[in-house]
């Protein structure tokens, strides 16, 4: 029995070296694999044959019966198998997306949708025959779904949502409310989408990444793994003070960042109805667009400082609507964060655009269980494998 | 030699195995180390041996020559033979503590001194005089000294202290302008000072310890360890937005806490000239001092308020000058805290005086050192056995 479940997580811990040396390196030779993980190349051989069989990896070039494992093929991963749930409630929009384990989307979907003062029930049932669509797609595909992770716009903990001011929901069980044949676990849209831009953007190991929508979260990214705090929710960057005598905002506080460049203040500054019409807009130099988006940068500039001095960032990523507002916001910001930070710190953080866009919580969240099953592949191999 | 040098650093791990347990858990039989490391009778035996004749263990109850490793002796972390130093520059003193391996206290002397605008050269040959009084204190105890951390009141990198503009130094090498017979390590007070609450203070594992002196630093522990940033800059609270229309600060910016809850700005609005003036009005409910130690508290409210909604913090200690005005303080910072974040979060951090005070800096300078020696006692039990 012990030796049995001595060579059990024996088995566990080299099918995570061997994935992770592919997943992070790209094609490579068993001989390759051999040399990476110090395993011996019968051990390989078998470990790679097993991964093959689940459809976890597969071999480049042509492959021919029989010819497995000839000199030189090399093993990636494999997408045929397994895929993930990606799902987000924002305030106004439904989404999914289904990734497969090479990390290739095969299925999205968003639904524009206005859900301020909504019912959970109902939003998550609209949720829910989204999810039901992706599922069909991965049916389809012959793809086992491995779970699901859920977005949403506001701090959570155990699956439960316990404000999102902006959708006027407070205290409600996401995760009891979706019923879906698969595991799904609920975290905050920010921190998803700092992983979105880790996995799948341009960013580096450490950065801030801020998500910009009716609501203004952010993600802390160390070391290429998510800073949560206490209770997973650190990074409220959108409540962080700007002015103790600025508007009233609907946390219950007063002056909060989210209050200066929430989307719904920029949008009322620049009196337009949307974010299209706003960027219209600043793209025709309209004056009170302008002025609003710059406006908008400087408060932004002032809550990262505080940011900033208090977490030392050299990188901050600006996602969500902030990424196409870039050109118009992030002077203020950076004129802002030079003047506040420059004498003491020396050097003031770069501010970029996030490159993977608007899906970038539902990416991140997707990502998070196809990262889940390449660190610990056992169970989904084998229900792979039960299939 | 691949053979001596596998020995070596299985012995060297071995040793901090040993020792670790003997520091977390107090006095231990040998039977019952060989249980909590795993590793067997005899080769406890040996190594307790080699830490009791190195001054870095010693046994409990009456000992007799020969008779060493009688069952049921225990062994404890002993402070005869090794210690470290802790060294402190701030605004208004020098400090130095020697520390045994024990964790005793064996000397310790702090001198006031205004050191604002002073020339750096002349205020670190002055702790140089500090440093050396310790030294002879430690030789008269026939401890060696290990290490020496400084902490100073300003971020610091590689050894230099980039601004403090309390003291009116930018960019100073101060590690280059100590010379000490020992290493010196420079590293910043609230960092240090967290630490100090850490190890020697009733702190929990996850704080933000919050330094009130001239200026306001904060150190962030996260799981026992110091959350340090990209570039060991994290913490700066003193900076951290207030009101972006208020005072100007010393830093370059306006409205930084520091301008409304630093010692400096305290003492104006209070009228007083002293702490220790401030302390004695507001013992006798000076009306200026007790308004001037709630309008700082409230700033600090507000600081700190941006803090949480960054970081996550469930418990947030106040030392340095804080801790003393604690029962002046903490109720306007409470009120403000419940204020702007009772709603999002549903809880409250708590606030508490340092239990450390004032020397938790030069104390968690001197714990550092201690803590490095127990982790990995290899090169200082050989230099031990060598003198």
């Known amino acids: 029995m012990t030796q049995a ?18 997943s992070r390196r790209g094609p490579l030779t068993r001989a390759a694999l051999a040399e990476l993980t110090g395993l011996t190349k019968s051990t390989v051989s078998k470990l790679v044959g097993d991964l093959l069989d689940a459809g976890f990896l597969a071999e480049t070039g042509p492959a021919r019966a029989g010819e497995r494992g000839r000199p030189g093929v090399e093993v990636v991963l494999s997408g045929a198998r397994v895929a993930s749930l990606g799902l987000e409630i924002n305030v106004d929009y439904l989404a999914v997306c289904l990734l497969d384990l090479a990390r290739e989307v095969r299925f999205s979907e968003r639904r ?6 909504s019912r959970p029930e109902e939003v998550l049932g609209e949720l829910q025959n989204l999810a039901q669509t992706a599922l069909d797609a991965a049916a389809a595909h012959r793809l086992t779904v491995a779970g699901a992770v859920l977005a949403v716009s506001g701090p959570v903990g155990d699956g ?30 920010a921190n998803l989408g700092a992983l979105g831009e880790l996995w799948f953007g341009a960013g580096p190991a450490d950065f801030l990444f801020v998500s910009g929508e009716v609501g203004i979260g952010a993600g802390l990214v160390v070391d290429s793994a998510l800073f949560r705090g206490a209770h997973g929710l650190a990074g409220e960057l959108g409540h962080v003070v700007v002015s103790p005598t600025g508007p009233r905002c609907r946390c219950g506080a007063a002056g909060c960042l989210e209050t200066y460049a929430g989307q719904e203040a920029l949008l009322e500054a620049a009196g ?26 400087e408060a932004l500039g002032l ?25 118009w916001l992030a002077p203020a910001a950076e004129g802002v964060l030079a003047a506040r930070l420059g004498r003491l710190r020396g050097s003031v953080p770069t501010l970029a655009p996030s490159t993977v866009g608007g899906a970038a919580a539902t990416l991140g969240a997707a990502g998070r269980t196809v990262h889940h099953v390449l660190a610990d592949p056992g169970p989904f191999l084998n229900r792979a494998e039960a299939t």
């Open 5 to 22: 479940v001595r060579h059990d997580s024996m088995r566990a811990r080299n099918l995570e070296l061997v994935l992770g040396e592919v």
């Open 112 to 117: 524009e949708r206005d859900n301020r003062g």
């Open 160 to 189: 439960v949502l316990f404000s999102a001011p902006n959708l006027g929901w407070a205290g409600v069980r996401v995760a009891d409310l979706l019923h879906l044949p698969v595991p799904v676990t609920v975290d905050n849209e």
């Open 272 to 297: 337009v109805a949307s974010v299209a019409d706003l960027l219209s807009a600043l793209d025709a130099g309209a004056r009170s667009a302008t002025r609003a988006a710059a406006a908008a940068g």
């Open 303 to 327: 809550a990262l400082a505080s940011a900033v001095n208090l977490l030392d960032l050299d990188h901050v990523v600006l996602g969500g609507v902030f990424a196409p507002l870039f050109p």
